[in-house]
């Protein structure tokens, strides 16, 4: 058997940082919105061993790889004997602030569970989620959701359909840890949050109010030092978009009000010197296909 997967991307409408835990780590809440930019992943059975093969070379495929540590980690904990071959075709840049680690992850959960036949509950799945990321069970539930404690603690909300976005990468990646150290407490008012989380419970989320109500904490850690992620922002709003760094960067997502509007940017995109992906929102995370081999 074969099972052919597509992990999507997130973007973070709204990224708020709570506190440092004793641990080292963030509190935090935002709101998380999967999109249709997708890496790719093919799953079948061996006897024992871990296969992992990836279209991109930059990308370690041995048990640093969090793809490689979900096969480990469900091995062990249901004592599985046979092996899975995976192949993965990113699609998604990596330290981009989409996602893209954890979203293979989530995929490959759900793959094992269906290759090995583990009887699971969510709930058990969505923990061993959170053991390997933050963002991970998020990716387990997908759509529009809310997102508490570090990453973990997943709230479904109200979709947004088929908002038109476009993402914007410099081509370069920001490392996660390096923005999260740079955090300096007390932060500013925190008002926004209430506003943003209403819009979206209620149904009412529309670019206007996305102007006065999206944002992103860290953006004031990361900008001092990458001032091509501020110039992707003013480009973005100067073309009338809506626009955020997604996650802790360094890819910048514009929001459109008009698919007039969207011709207009690609053009205008299209003289810069930045990857870019015309996406829009999507409410299902995972559509699996099988196949017998």
């Not at 990308?59 to 979900?70: I, S």
């Not at 998604?92 to 490959?108: N, Q």
């Not at 979709?159 to 923005?179: R, S, Y």
């Not at 997502?253 to 690609?266: L, M, P, R």
């Amino acid at each position: 058997m074969k099972i052919n997967l597509k992990a999507p991307a997130k973007i973070n409408l709204f990224l708020e940082i709570k506190h440092k835990r004793q641990d080292g780590y963030h509190n935090l809440e935002s709101i998380m919105q999967t999109v249709s930019l997708y890496d790719e992943l093919s799953f079948e059975l061996t006897n024992r061993d871990i296969s992992l093969e990836c279209n991109n070379k930059n990308l370690a495929c041995d048990e640093t790889n969090v793809v490689y540590k979900t096969i480990t980690a469900v091995k062990t904990r249901f004592n599985i004997d046979s092996g899975v071959k995976i192949y993965l075709k990113k699609g998604i840049p990596m330290e981009a602030g989409l996602g893209g680690g954890s979203s293979d992850a989530a995929a490959t959960l759900e793959a094992l569970v269906k290759l090995w036949n583990i009887k699971i509950a969510k709930s058990e799945l969505e923990q061993i989620a959170a053991t390997l990321g933050a963002d991970v069970p998020f990716f387990l539930t997908g759509g529009t959701a809310l997102c508490e404690g570090i990453g973990e603690i997943v709230t479904p909300l109200k979709k947004i359909d088929n908002l038109n976005v476009v993402l914007v990468n410099p081509g370069f990646g920001i490392p996660t840890a390096g923005v999260y150290k740079k955090i300096k407490f007390p932060l500013t008012n925190q008002v926004r949050i209430h506003t943003i989380k209403s819009l979206i419970c209620d149904g009412s989320f529309n670019t206007q109010n996305a102007f006065n109500s999206c944002f992103n904490r860290l953006e004031e850690f990361v900008f001092p030092d990458y001032p091509e992620i501020i110039k992707i922002k003013s480009v973005l709003n100067k073309l009338g978009c809506v626009s955020l760094m997604s996650g802790s960067g360094g890819t910048v997502f514009g929001i459109f009000d008009s698919n007039t509007k969207i011709e207009a940017v690609k053009f205008c995109l299209n003289k810069c010197n930045w990857e870019t992906w015309f996406v829009s929102t999507t409410d299902i995370s995972f559509k699996p296909q099988l196949s017998d081999i």
